[in-house]
């Protein structure tokens, strides 16, 4: 039976495939109701390509379409396409497409949802809907073979009728613990398929296919999400995260047989406030106005926030690279963040499950020597500011390990926070070695190996050097990274023409902002996969917890030497950057790369 389950995979891969799809597409004589409209308000995750030939003209355009199509990259796709001709040509023979046409069967809109249902069982259905214009005949071919060869194989398939459409169910055997799995259903109108794996399901959107009043479109959370996108969307998606976290509470209670466990998850997450966060939802535009791409990401929790995420107060200021920050950064994040009502949220969160409980602890973090206790308002967040940035750069030449990174935390009183460093190193038992420079202790710490890589290497690895200066806690994993930041005297990055460039696109008020140049951290994954670490680390990662990728390893090594130089790459990436905004409807995070005139 197992063969039967790889002829059904095989067809619920051509649902994956459709809708990761592009293509070049014909306009429809009659557009059907958009998928929001049409599914149910219960729907939690939903993702939408407005239009695949859009797209897919989008991304030809764009730089990474550009470099796709560039001559110098010509042997090593040709390389490439070799050796994935064998499986084309299969899957020609048994569906009669191959993986090329296969992924330009689509010409309209694509989505994907998952759909909640009452249901202990099966507390959800996925449908997949992909309109497919002018190749619906060539479509319907590949479905009717692959059905059909799932049938050959043993998987159970009956047909039935609803609404003059017919709908294929494909029955799969059953699991090892003897559940049955849920079926898999298409069926086609005109150019729109629909593939589900619950037969209701495609009969609610047949029976709903002109719209329907309680859809996800419907939704408030939906509606305010995509306020916030603007009109030009090319790829949307969504998740209702209150439908979510439920739903996952409710299964779980199902698996355990314990009813009330779900009731208690749910008083649990309105005690912690996280009820009060409504969706996500994000979108992707490619080759538009002056950006090569452009992404929005949106986290709804309306106001009055409680709990957790009152921890969160973001307030909009005038957030541009500290004088100190140097021209040469790959990357910079600075974020606004008011840490003094982080603190109360947080005192208050701990008071309602012990009242007092940061006092209980204060009484205890007393330094070797005795001495005043440690006071968390006081000492640590009354002389921290409200802002945090972290840079980063790599030392030449670049390999895997010459990334610098270091974060900063601007402080409203040095000289307090000073006094604060010493009793914390004497509480944490640490013994740092000490020195001057530039008129500033630094303290060197020794780390142990915290945690592995892929590969092999150290996550984090010392050591680690702090100091107050500037107004300023720095703490950097490369110490010359620090006293480059403490010398000074070379150019800052908000004078440099390229971040200029970026710095264009952002708001003068903003919650946070970054920056970055890609070439720097691209020009180390080139490096990994020319000279075999690349495919050395994901055969390391297949070996510690994954499936095997051996075989996507070895197409790496024996095509890596068809790459063409860096340069051919270098000259396709540009700098970009991003912000966020907060308001009363919670945070949108915008960012963007910008169009180079001429790659």
Same mark, same amino acid.
């Given at each position: 039976?197992?063969?039967?389950?790889?002829?059904?995979?095989?067809?619920?891969?051509?649902?994956?495939?459709?809708?990761?799809?592009?293509?070049?597409?014909?306009?429809?004589?009659?557009?059907?109701?958009?998928?929001?409209?049409?599914?149910?308000?219960?729907?939690? $995750?939903?993702?939408?390509?407005?239009?695949?030939?859009?797209?897919?003209?989008?991304?030809?355009?764009?730089?990474?379409?550009?470099?796709?199509?560039?001559?110098? $990259?010509?042997?090593?796709?040709?390389?490439?396409?070799?050796?994935?001709?064998?499986?084309?040509?299969?899957?020609?023979?048994?569906?009669?497409?191959?993986?090329?046409?296969?992924?330009?069967?689509?010409?309209?809109?694509?989505?994907?949802?998952?759909?909640?249902?009452?249901?202990?069982?099966?507390?959800?259905?996925?449908?997949?809907?992909?309109?497919?214009?002018?190749?619906?005949?060539?479509?319907?071919?590949?479905?009717?073979?692959?059905?059909?060869?799932?049938?050959?194989?043993?998987?159970?398939?009956?047909?039935?009728?609803?609404?003059?459409?017919?709908?294929?169910?494909?029955?799969?055997?059953?699991?090892?613990?003897?559940?049955?799995?849920?079926?898999?259903?298409?069926?086609?109108?005109?150019?729109?398929?629909?593939?589900?794996?619950?037969?209701?399901?495609?009969?609610?959107?047949?029976?709903?296919?002109?719209?329907?009043?309680?859809?996800?479109?419907?939704?408030?959370?939906?509606?305010?999400?995509?306020?916030?996108?603007?009109?030009?969307?090319?790829?949307?998606?969504?998740?209702?995260?209150?439908?979510?976290?439920?739903?996952?509470?409710?299964?779980?209670?199902?698996?355990?047989?314990?009813?009330?466990?779900?009731?208690?998850?749910?008083?649990?997450?309105?005690?912690?406030?996280?009820?009060?966060?409504?969706?996500?939802?994000?979108?992707?535009?490619?080759?538009?106005?002056?950006?090569?791409?452009?992404?929005?990401?949106?986290?709804?929790?309306?106001?009055?926030?409680?709990?957790?995420?009152?921890?969160?107060?973001?307030?909009?200021?005038?957030?541009?690279?500290?004088?100190?920050?140097?021209?040469?950064?790959?990357?910079?994040?600075?974020?606004?963040?008011?840490?003094?009502?982080?603190?109360?949220?947080?005192?208050?969160?701990?008071?309602?499950?012990?009242?007092?409980?940061?006092?209980?602890?204060?009484?205890?973090?007393?330094?070797?020597?005795?001495?005043?206790? $440690?006071?968390?308002?006081?000492?640590?967040?009354?002389?921290?500011?409200?802002?945090?940035?972290?840079?980063?750069?790599?030392?030449?030449?670049?390999?895997?390990?010459?990334?610098?990174?270091?974060?900063?935390?601007?402080?409203?009183?040095?000289?307090?926070?000073?006094?604060?460093?010493?009793?914390?190193?004497?509480?944490?038992?640490?013994?740092?070695?000490?020195?001057?420079?530039?008129?500033?202790?630094?303290?060197?710490?020794?780390?142990?190996?915290?945690?592995?890589?892929?590969?092999?290497?150290?996550?984090?690895?010392?050591?680690?050097?702090?100091?107050?200066?500037?107004?300023?806690?720095?703490?950097?994993?490369?110490?010359?990274?620090?006293?480059?930041?403490?010398?000074?005297?070379?150019?800052?990055?908000?004078?440099?023409?390229?971040?200029?460039?970026?710095?264009?696109?952002?708001?003068?008020?903003?919650?946070?902002?970054?920056?970055?140049?890609?070439?720097?951290?691209?020009?180390?994954?080139?490096?990994?996969?020319?000279?075999?670490?690349?495919?050395?680390?994901?055969?390391?990662?297949?070996?510690?917890?994954?499936?095997?990728?051996?075989?996507?390893?070895?197409?790496?090594?024996?095509?890596?030497?068809?790459?063409?130089?860096?340069?051919?790459?270098?000259? +396709?990436?540009?700098?970009?950057?991003? +912000?966020?905004?907060?308001?009363?409807?919670?945070?949108?995070?915008?960012?963007?790369?910008?169009?180079?005139?001429?790659?």
């Amino acid at each position: 039976m197992r063969t039967a389950t790889r002829a059904v995979l095989r067809l619920a891969l051509t649902g994956c495939l459709v809708l990761s799809g592009l293509s070049i597409a014909a306009p429809q004589a009659r557009a059907a109701a958009p998928p929001e409209n049409v599914l149910p308000d219960s729907t939690f $995750l939903f993702v939408k390509i407005n239009n695949a030939a859009n797209l897919r003209e989008s991304f030809l355009h764009s730089q990474f379409g550009q470099l796709w199509t560039d001559s110098a $990259l010509k042997p090593w796709k040709d390389s490439i396409s070799e050796k994935l001709e064998d499986a084309s040509k299969s899957l020609k023979d048994k569906v009669g497409v191959s993986i090329r046409e296969l992924i330009e069967l689509p010409q309209g809109t694509i989505s994907l949802a998952v759909i909640g249902r009452d249901d202990p069982k099966i507390p959800a259905a996925m449908v997949i809907t992909a309109d497919v214009g002018k190749n619906a005949a060539t479509m319907l071919e590949v479905l009717n073979k692959a059905t059909k060869q799932g049938e050959e194989k043993g998987a159970k398939v009956e047909t039935q009728e609803f609404k003059g459409q017919t709908l294929h169910v494909i029955h799969t055997d059953k699991k090892a613990d003897d559940k049955a799995q849920p079926p898999l259903v298409w069926t086609q109108n005109k150019s729109i398929f629909t593939i589900a794996t619950e037969v209701n399901a495609v009969k609610e959107m047949i029976e709903h296919a002109e719209g329907r009043a309680e859809s996800l479109a419907s939704t408030e959370s939906y509606t305010q999400a995509l306020k916030k996108f603007g009109t030009e969307t090319q790829i949307l998606w969504y998740v209702d995260v209150a439908r979510f976290v439920k739903l996952i509470a409710q299964a779980s209670a199902a698996s355990q047989k314990n009813p009330g466990q779900a009731q208690q998850a749910e008083a649990m997450l309105q005690v912690l406030g996280i009820n009060g966060l409504k969706a996500f939802a994000g979108s992707v535009v490619l080759n538009v106005g002056d950006y090569d791409s452009l992404t929005k990401t949106v986290i709804l929790a309306p106001a009055p926030v409680q709990g957790v995420l009152k921890m969160f107060k973001l307030p909009k200021i005038a957030l541009r690279p500290e004088p100190w920050v140097p021209a040469t950064v790959s990357g910079y994040q600075t974020l606004s963040w008011d840490l003094d009502a982080a603190f109360a949220a947080l005192n208050e969160i701990l008071n309602m499950f012990q009242p007092g409980m940061l006092n209980v602890l204060e009484q205890q973090l007393v330094g070797p020597n005795g001495g005043e206790p $440690l006071n968390f308002q006081k000492d640590i967040f009354g002389p921290l500011g409200n802002r945090i940035t972290m840079i980063s750069d790599y030392k030449k030449p670049i390999k895997e390990d010459s990334q610098r990174a270091l974060v900063a935390v601007a402080l409203s009183d040095a000289k307090a926070f000073e006094r604060t460093l010493g009793k914390l190193i004497a509480l944490a038992g640490g013994d740092p070695k000490k020195r001057e420079f530039q008129g500033v202790t630094i303290y060197d710490f020794e780390l142990p190996n915290m945690g592995k890589q892929v590969g092999g290497n150290a996550a984090v690895r010392g050591p680690m050097s702090l100091t107050v200066a500037k107004d300023t806690l720095f703490l950097s994993s490369e110490a010359t990274l620090l006293e480059q930041v403490l010398r000074g005297g070379g150019a800052s990055l908000a004078d440099s023409a390229s971040f200029q460039e970026v710095v264009k696109e952002i708001p003068s008020q903003v919650s946070s902002m970054s920056y970055n140049r890609p070439e720097e951290q691209a020009r180390i994954s080139y490096d990994m996969i020319k000279n075999g670490q690349f495919s050395k680390a994901i055969r390391g990662a297949a070996g510690a917890a994954g499936p095997d990728l051996s075989k996507f390893a070895d197409l790496i090594d024996q095509d890596k030497d068809k790459l063409p130089d860096f340069a051919v790459f270098s000259k +396709y990436l540009s700098q970009g950057g991003g +912000y966020s905004l907060s308001d009363d409807d919670g945070v949108v995070f915008t960012g963007f790369t910008l169009r180079k005139a001429k790659p």
